[in-house]
């Protein structure tokens, strides 16, 4: 069982809803990640926190907003997504160790579908 | 633009062999290197890390890395059906350390 719980499981939206995906972690670690997978296509990262605060975005277009409440959850809010935007939501987290980042673990995704 | 390339495959392998996959990246600076496991319709599933030159093993399956050459290498012993799965070299880039780039993946097919 993964230790990165995500919630929901799947998500169908419209272009002008607003929703939200959520991920939990409860192994101490202090870096969390957001990752965006297509079908038959590797992961490709969309954001970084390091301690809580965001250290990376991959230049990722506004209408995707991520959150960090505290040090176990993180969150992307979506609003006016885009039928391309439709994908497999992966969170991650790892340890940090001396300020880098130690081996990242996955939870099982949200599978988002926008109409 | 870092670089992590891997051979989509499928690698087709009978069962019981060894099956050999092979991931090439660009940046002679990375330090941190993984193979991940991922099943049609799952999450990556971390399943090695290797940091430096040489070998590691962890039970049938063994990590190669040549810096030098700048490729990390993953060898599958004794390949089972269970193995069939897409494998994702990753190499992490960033002065923290925290930027994990994935090439593209390689195919398995263990054929019973």
């Known amino acids: 069982d993964t230790e990165v719980t995500q919630t929901p499981k799947h998500l169908v939206m419209g272009m002008t809803n607003k929703k939200s995906l959520k991920c939990e972690q409860h192994?101490?670690?202090?870096?969390m990640y957001w990752y965006k997978q297509k079908a038959k296509k590797p992961p490709e990262l969309m954001f970084v926190?390091?301690?809580?605060?965001?250290?990376i975005n991959e230049s990722v277009p506004s209408r995707f907003s991520p959150e960090c409440p505290n040090s176990s959850l993180l969150n992307l809010h979506l609003h006016a997504l885009q039928p391309e935007d439709s994908a497999l939501y992966l969170c991650?987290?790892?340890?940090?160790?001396?300020?880098?980042?130690?081996?990242?673990?996955f939870g099982e995704g949200s599978r988002l579908t926008v109409l | 633009q870092k670089e992590v390339e891997q051979n989509s495959g499928p690698l087709s392998v009978p069962e019981g062999a060894i099956a050999s996959l092979n991931c090439t990246y660009s940046d002679r600076v990375s330090q941190s290197f993984f193979w991940y496991r991922q099943y049609s319709g799952k999450s990556p599933e971390l399943i090695m890390s290797?940091?430096?030159?040489g070998d590691k093993e962890d039970g049938r399956f063994t990590a190669q890395l040549n810096k030098a050459s700048q490729y990390v290498s993953l060898l599958i012993r004794d390949s089972q059906p269970s193995d069939s799965a897409t494998y994702l070299c990753a190499v992490k880039y960033g002065a923290a350390g925290n930027k994990l780039t994935f090439g593209g993946g390689t195919r398995v097919l263990v054929k019973p």
């Open positions: 991650a987290s790892s340890q940090m160790v001396g300020g880098v980042a130690g081996e990242l673990f």
């Open positions: 290797i940091y430096s030159n």
């Open positions: 192994m101490g670690h202090r870096a």
């Open positions: 926190y390091s301690y809580e605060k965001l250290s």
